[in-house]
């Protein structure tokens, strides 16, 4: 038997998704949660990682429950025991055929940037930006990284080498919404800092510091070192994950 869980936390506490040696990770708090419940280690399988001080709307894992529990009896005692900043968003029965990661067919992130200097909670949950952002050339370069790629010079260097770095990207919508920027990103997966380093080239040529077909440019090099750019943590949400 196969339970499914979405969670939804705010990463500004943590040292990211996965267990740490000296840090604190969300996966780490999730598994002490069902100790407590099942009176017997857990192991819970994520639909992927997320980095330090990364938020997250619709991350989902799954676990093995004791037989005697229900998903809404472990949904209650989840966010019963759990800290605030960790809240579990829905709990249930799946095949056992089902896995967090493998079975996953999409997801989205969005990432957040703002102007607005005066919100005092801008620098946990948005990454501020210190001038206006030229919206339509964002939108122009954007559209060089949509579709099926190598995104070898958008992943962070401790990728393993072997790892494969060919990814589709299938929507990217730059919004306007007030004093904030919301950009949403939709693709079959992504590699470590993909999204932050998309995100943080766009945010250069938003400030007139690149062009447009310089990204193109970057995304063809296939080489780490062609992207120095790399969007702030905590503007960064994972969405959700479709399966």
């Known amino acids: 038997m196969i339970y499914k869980a979405i969670v939804a936390y705010d990463g500004w506490n943590y040292a990211g998704w996965q267990k740490q040696v000296n840090a604190v990770g969300i996966q780490e708090v999730i598994e002490k949660a069902l100790f407590k419940i099942n009176r017997k280690e857990t192991r819970i399988v994520a639909s992927g990682r997320t980095d330090a001080k990364v938020h997250a709307w619709g991350q989902v894992f799954h676990f093995v429950p004791l037989d005697s529990m229900s998903p809404h009896a472990y949904f209650q005692a989840l966010n019963t025991v759990l800290p605030k900043d ?11 055929s089902f896995h967090a990661r493998f079975s996953v067919q999409s997801k989205r992130y969005d990432f957040i940037c703002t102007t607005n200097a005066k919100d005092p909670f801008a620098y946990r ?36 080498a072997d790892k494969p770095k060919v990814k589709t990207i299938t929507k990217i919508e730059i919004r306007v919404e007030g004093q904030d920027i919301r950009t949403i990103f939709e693709g079959t997966g992504f590699l470590r800092y993909q999204v932050r380093m998309m995100m943080g080239t766009l945010i250069e040529v938003g400030k007139h510091k690149l062009e447009p077909v310089d990204v193109k440019k970057i995304l063809e090099a296939k080489n780490k070192e062609a992207c120095r750019y790399n969007a702030q943590p905590q503007g960064l949400y994972l969405m959700k994950v479709n399966y």
């Open 125 to 160: 949950y948005k990454q501020l930006v210190w001038q206006n952002l030229d919206i339509d050339l964002m939108k122009m370069a954007s559209k060089y990284l949509l579709g099926t790629h190598d995104f070898t010079s958008f992943c962070s260097s401790r990728v393993e």
């Open 86 to 96: 960790i809240r579990i968003q829905s709990i249930e029965k799946v095949p056992d």
